[in-house]
């Protein structure tokens, strides 16, 4: 690699630059300097100056993160974090070499470098790593292909994005007409619950209280947008969790974020399902029991419905990140019509949603095979599988 080109490190000393660059799904964008949103830090000045046909590479979190795309290819002159390492490619096309750095990541060349506990590279790591380097001509005829291939995918992965956030647009739209069509009271939490607990802070739970089973810890993670999400899952030794019994969380109660970004809105609940076993909540978490007024599953359902969600915003406290805290959480007002108008309104919801979350599941799932049909394509043009020297449109030219 260092044959190919050289690490730069060009620090934004004064201030010379302020377009402010983010590596994102595999390519460079422009954000907000001016932005509040996220973690900032005191000075852009720490950042590093790239210019176009740099390469950014994100060689952190190795072990943690096995799919995120780790490389992109700069197009405008920018600033971008220090923690990033920034190389400028010479004597090799810009474009073949993000390419062939897009293939070994895909196949998962870095993670080896990575190892044991180790959760990081620097350029020291990387800079012997083996390029191939086919005459020039062949590396442009390479990114030529990949390039006029590759965005034919992207019109069709975008079309699909914008399928998938206009069904969810629709979604909350007659999700909204529901909630805001019932003649209910609108009461506040505090009077539909029994209890609210919150899960313990700082030290009482970290990662290092983990197994690999016992009683079940409710994370962040694990509160989807009106729906238990049990991929996340992680367990403390039974005999602890009888120590955290303050904080538990049984089947039918309703778990409550008390974090929320752009994707995961602040507040948004589910139900805890049956069949979880022993179970806590963890920080930021809140567990609500449900009084005889309402059902835990409107419960869960009105936190959660897109007419609700600026509400808890205008409550929370947070300057980088949304946050609630349990009184806050009290204080919320829901619409709650009586039981029988509740299970009505459940169960129009639900078909409505099996028929969004459907259409929604099938477009995300065209996006996956068009992504990995991209990175098959890069792997197999970069390796020699597919003839690009000889293609029609090349000879044509």
Known sequence: ??????ESKVKNTGMREDNLLSLSYGRIIQKDINTS????????????????????FR???????????????????????????????????ARYFEYLMRAYDVTKVFYSFGGSIRQSLKYDDVRRLPILTPPLP???AI???????????????EKQNQLVERLRERRDAQWSALYLGTDGAEL????????IVDGPFGSSLTSAHYSDEGTRVIRLGNIGINEFRDHDQAFIPVEYGRELAAHTARPGDVVMAGLG????????????????????????????????????????WALSAPPVRPKILDLSRGATRSRLNTCLARQ????????????????????????????????????????????ALVTAAITGQLDVVNTPERQAS
């Open 37 to 56: 949103e996220g973690l900032l830090p005191e000075s852009f000045e720490t950042y590093q100056i790239v210019q176009p046909g740099d390469v950014v």
């Open 59 to 93: 060689f952190t979190d190795l072990q943690n993160d096995q799919r995120s795309l780790r490389s992109g290819r700069v197009v405008e002159r920018g600033i971008i974090t220090s923690a990033y390492m920034a190389f400028t490619p010479r004597g090799v096309n």
């Open 261 to 300: 970004d752009e994707r995961m809105p602040l507040g948004r609940a589910a139900v805890v399902p049956a069949g979880i076993g022993p179970a806590i909540v963890k920080a930021d978490c809140y567990r609500l029991q449900p009084n005889t007024k309402v059902r835990a599953a409107y419960l869960a």
């Open 138 to 140: 062949e590396q442009h």
């Open 332 to 375: 919320v007002r829901l619409r709650v019509p009586d039981i029988t108008e509740q299970d009505r309104l459940l169960t129009e919801w639900s078909g409505l949603q099996r028929n969004y979350d459907a259409l929604i599941e099938k477009a995300e799932r065209f996006v996956e095979l068009a992504r990995e049909r991209r990175s």
């Open 188 to 195: 506040p939490v505090r009077r539909l619950i029994d209890s």
């Open 143 to 157: 990114a030529d292909f990949l390039d006029r291939e590759t965005a034919k995918i992207d019109v069709l992965i």
């Open 1 to 6: 690699m260092f044959t190919v080109g050289r």
